[in-house]
């Protein structure tokens, strides 16, 4: 076989890829269930490239040259399987499998094990960018072995979005599934964001009394400062959207009911499990699905609220700037949460994922893109060991200048009746982290007094037990 890259599943993101690899000089095996498809492609997009149009899986296998690298671009899950199982008996040992798909990172350990055992490399890639940066340059996050990283690397450096300083927005996250989890917390930040920018829409326009046209004038002034992001760009677009049918706000035309495909959910389950408070991306996650109770939401609409008292003019252009304050700052807390998540599951898999490397690819490419990750990478390139994202002094310096106004902006959103849970998440993940003594030591004596289920002490080691039934005095149980 001549193609160095072959391309199985050519819906949209798939054929994008192919399309990518193929602009970049790689000669690139295609191959459709259906090849009807296949052929579409090279009818429709062969001058951008050298493509090699596969009817049958043994076709597409004898296509590539060895080690063979093939990349499966179809419906996470079961599909998914359903094509390993069709095609590693065509292949032979050192050969690997690319899963470019939005898979559970469990099941890419899992894949990667069965074809370990087989010889073969598999190698879980999240892929962040859509449609467009799929074509013209993703976010790339390999798992899998660093062997088969060695084969498939140079091919990704090539085809992945280039960060402001030129650096391919790709690296080898870790072992097995450390790719697909890295993009699985991807995307529980990016609903965060999403959250966030949410709930500052919605204060700019209640409390502050603004149009989606003012607004989105708003989110073009932030978008040419420290929050300078694709999501913030994108929000300006979208509110300055006028419907062409009413010639109302686009905004105001759409169902307000959120969806999700189920990676945000993931990364919220996961967290519970490895016991990290992402309590934002949490929030995120139950905002979305909360919208969609229309039946709980219709029942609850006549409940009281407070009156409505929107700022005057001025005050509230003063309210806008605290907003932006409020809106950072939980934004801080956020990649806060996430990198905890990255890093907790690097320790509980034994990954070795370095979380400046994922800061540095999440620049460009993928959907949270940002000038902040900049500061993030360089936060994790100057401290590797830094123990929270909090604990880095410019973030530290920058979340307590915003405090004053953060605070004031949740307390006007309470009394105005605006839900902000992910602006009030954030504020209390800082302020607990903060305290000095938090209410725990009273759960641990509640637990203790209805359970028996002991506490260890501020001034001695060891754990204890009050006989709370009894004379309530203090044993030693360990
Ligand atoms: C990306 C996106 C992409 C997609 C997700 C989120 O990184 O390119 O995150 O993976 O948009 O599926 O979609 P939902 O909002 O439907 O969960």
Known sequence: GTAQIGVTGLAVMGRNLARNFARNGFTVAVHNRTAAKTRALVEEFGEEGTFVAAESPEDFVAALERPRRLVIMVKAGEATDAVIQEFAPLLEKGDVIIDGGNAHFEDTRRRERELRERGIHFVGVGIS?????ALHGPSIMPGGSAESYESLGPLLERIAAKAPDGTPCVTHVGPDGAGHFVKMVHNGIEYADMQLIAEAYHLLRTVAGYSPEKIAETFRDWNTGRLDSYLIEITAEVLAHVDAATGKPF???????A???????WTVQIALDL?????????????????????????????TGPAANPL????????????EQALYASKIVSYTQGFHQVQAGSQNYDWDVDPGAVAAIWRAG?????????????????????????SDKRFGDEIG???????AVIVAAARQGVPVPGFSAALAYYDALRAER??????????????????????????????????RSEVSTG
């Open 312 to 323: 005057g003019e001025k005050e509230a252009a003063a309210f806008a700037a605290q907003v």
């Open 251 to 257: 905004v105001d035309v759409v169902e307000d009911e």
């Open 401 to 407: 200048a915003a405090q004053d106004d953060w605070r």
């Open 366 to 390: 993928c959907i949270i893109r940002a000038a902040f990750l900049d500061r993030i990478r360089a936060a994790y390139d100057a401290q590797p060991e830094l123990p929270s994202l909090l």
């Open 438 to 471: 938090l209410p725990a030591a009273l759960t641990q004596g509640q637990r203790d007094f209805f359970g028996a289920h002991t506490y260890r002490r501020t001034d001695r080691e060891g754990s204890f037990h009050t006989l709370w039934g009894g004379d």
């Open 275 to 303: 016991g990290v408070p992402v309590s934002g991306i949490a929030e995120a996650v139950f905002a979305r699905s909360l919208s969609g109770h229309a039946e709980l939401r219709e029942a609850a609409r006549s409940l």
């Open 129 to 133: 960018g859509g449609e467009e940066g």
């Open 259 to 265: 969806e999700q495909k189920g990676t945000g959910r």
